[in-house]
């Protein structure tokens, strides 16, 4: 019998050096830039100490990108940046110009492709978003779906800077909150209402017990003899607040539930220093219902606080800075959202969090 030989595996080289791809007026001028200038929405301009220039055109993606589209962007960026782009860390996509006459050409081109081009300054950037019914087992919601809608209702946010500061919107389809929701101006936040269906067959086999245990935040799983003499769970359902943890750790805790499952919405963290210390985002609506393909409740309820925030706030105030100089009973009475017995937070069991808590706190 003859066998072929193993290829040699090529393993831990890592990524490529991080100035691989740099242009060459980036790398002739790496840390030693002057200033830098708006020009327009989506239009920066960084002059270095050397008197050169450089032009970024950011436009909007929507992150789930096929193979065909990545070709455009290259496409467009050989066209205009010698072949050179980037992706920003809320995924839009940028285009780096050394020739300023080239903005508007390519400025028309992306526009005509059906690309916005925008999400600088005090406007509203891409959404930071996750998995949903793409790709993740844990989803209570969708990620592309409500981001799509979402966006579609407030584009003009992000192609002018018309808002008293930069707002930041982040989705998460479930509390593991998988990117930003915990630290945005607004999130979208997938939950579910009900505890989880132990299914015993299955769980002996699937799932490591004293682990599930422990995954619990309020301790609502205990063990109990499953069928046939086999160990099990069991859920008590009144400690139990739906989070799914106990599912991320062992699949027979089924969690999803067409009927019950939904979103909530929370409003101003924000990461940066400026003026305030980060803070977290705090609940402002407890419960929507999943309503695809547009989730017009949930649309509404954003449009809502950014109407609201844009017309009350002082300029540069972000809206959690803004919520803090009006106080929560304003904020409710202007957005026209409920307050209500969920708003108050009664989670006592981790030490550090009565001071840190997302919820609002009376
Ligand atoms: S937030 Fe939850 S459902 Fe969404 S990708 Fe992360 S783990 Fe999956
Ligand atoms: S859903 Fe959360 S609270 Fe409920 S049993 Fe599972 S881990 Fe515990």
Redesign the pocket.
């Known amino acids: 019998m003859t066998t072929t030989p193993l290829q040699p595996r090529i393993t831990d080289i890592g990524p490529p050096a991080y100035d691989k791809y740099l242009p060459p007026v980036i790398r002739k001028n790496y840390g030693a830039w002057k200033y830098h200038e708006k020009l327009a929405p989506g239009v920066l301009c960084h002059v270095a100490e050397s008197g050169d220039r450089l032009y970024t055109v950011r436009a909007g993606t929507p992150r789930l990108l096929s193979i065909q589209t990545l070709r455009r962007f290259a496409d467009l960026a050989d066209k205009y940046c010698d072949g050179y782009l980037r992706f920003t860390s809320r995924n839009n996509i940028e285009f780096l110009l050394e020739d300023a006459t080239q903005i508007e050409p390519l400025k028309r081109e992306l526009v005509t492709l059906g690309i916005p081009v925008g999400g600088m300054n005090n406007a509203i950037s891409n959404i930071v978003h996750?998995?949903?019914w793409v790709h993740?087992?844990?989803?209570?919601t969708d990620?592309s779906g409500l981001v799509k809608s979402v966006m579609d209702a407030l584009i003009d946010h992000f192609t002018q800077e018309d808002l008293p500061a930069k707002l930041r919107i982040a989705v998460?389809?479930?509390?593991?909150?998988?990117?930003a929701v915990h630290c945005s101006d607004i999130a979208i936040l997938?939950v579910h209402r009900r505890p989880p269906k132990v299914q015993s067959e299955m769980l002996k086999k699937a799932c490591e017990v004293p682990t599930l245990i422990a995954s619990c935040p309020t301790g609502a799983i205990r063990p109990v003899p499953g069928v046939g003499g086999k160990q099990s769970v069991e859920v008590i359902e009144e400690q139990c607040m739906y989070c799914g943890n106990c599912f991320?750790v062992c699949p027979a805790m089924r969690m999803a539930d067409a009927e019950n499952d939904g979103l909530s919405i929370w409003v101003g963290g924000k990461v940066s220093n400026a003026r305030t210390a980060p803070r977290f985002s705090r609940l402002a609506i407890p419960y929507l219902p999943n309503h695809p393909p547009r989730w017009p409740e949930v649309v509404d309820a954003v449009v809502k606080i950014v109407d609201v925030y844009r017309g009350e706030a002082r300029k540069y105030e972000r809206v959690g800075e803004w919520i803090d100089r009006i106080g929560w009973p304003r904020f409710f009475e202007l957005t026209g959202f409920e307050f209500t017995r969920y708003h108050i937070d009664d989670f006592k069991h981790a030490g550090m969090n009565f001071a840190r808590s997302a919820h609002v706190r009376h």
Not at 172 to 179: Q, V
């Open positions: 996750t998995q949903g993740c087992h844990a989803a209570a990620a998460a389809c479930c509390l593991n909150m998988c990117g997938g991320s």
